[in-house]
């Protein structure tokens, strides 16, 4: 597709359940990004994977939160055990190589934990 | 304090004005500058990027970024109703794993 591409729209859960996000980078970008965006709230960074290189998992806020990436294709974020605090905004971006140039974003998950 | 402030609003200015968004800093290592917009229920759309200090020009927008105060800044020329919507700053390191550090962002209206 011409853009990032991310499924559900939208998610409404119960507490306790497991989710799994989906993101389609833009063909042939290397990087992708998840972010997250809580209401009011500016984006928070999540995890980055660029090409094969391990991932910069260093914005994932607890051990409920996993994300896998096969090569340059298709990520998904998990989160295991929501909660009502995970309810937010996910946005999932790619870019070419480097980030320097600007990330494309997706139109976000929003998941709402009941 | 946050590595990245950015005033959230509401800003509401007169179609036709000329707006201008800011953020500060306190990373000087940062080193590549960028500016989102976001419609409600959207995800954020690039505006414009920069590396150096100085102005950038793409059409009514212009950024503008000074490394020395840790300032940046986004005009807007001729503001029209459609521009608006929440503008994000968002900045990186060079090295640092691309990860980018947004403000929380300004919510623009522009009334008629």
């Known amino acids: 597709g011409a853009g990032v591409s991310q499924s559900p729209s939208n998610k409404v859960t119960e507490k306790g359940k497991d989710v799994e996000l989906r993101c389609d980078p833009i063909?042939?970008?290397?990087?992708l990004y998840w972010y997250r965006q809580r209401l009011g709230q500016g984006l928070e960074f999540l995890i980055y994977f660029q090409g094969n290189s391990a991932p910069d998992k260093s914005g994932l806020p607890s051990d409920r939160f996993s994300a896998e990436r096969t090569g340059e294709s298709v990520s998904t974020l998990t989160i295991q055990r929501t909660q009502q605090e995970d309810s937010a905004v996910y946005l999932c971006?790619?870019?070419?190589?480097?980030?320097?140039?600007?990330?494309?974003f997706g139109q976000g998950t929003r998941l709402t934990v009941v | 304090q946050k590595e990245v402030e950015q005033d959230p609003g509401p800003l509401s200015v007169p179609e036709g004005a000329i707006v201008s968004l800011n953020c500060t800093y306190s990373?000087?290592?940062?080193?590549?500058f960028m500016w989102y917009r976001q419609y409600s229920r959207k995800g954020p759309e690039l505006l414009m990027y920069t590396y150096s200090s100085g102005n950038k020009e793409d059409g009514r927008f212009t950024a503008q970024v000074d490394k020395s105060s840790k300032y940046i800044s986004l005009f807007i020329r001729d503001s029209q109703p459609s521009d608006s919507a929440t503008y994000l700053c968002?900045?990186?390191?060079?090295?640092?794993?691309?990860?980018?550090?947004f403000g929380t962002g300004t919510q623009l209206k522009v009334e008629l």
């Open positions: 968002a900045m990186g390191l060079t090295g640092g794993g691309n990860k980018l550090t």
């Open positions: 063909s042939g970008h290397t990087a």
């Open positions: 971006a790619s870019s070419l190589d480097s980030v320097r140039v600007g990330a494309f």
């Open positions: 990373n000087s290592a940062f080193q590549y």
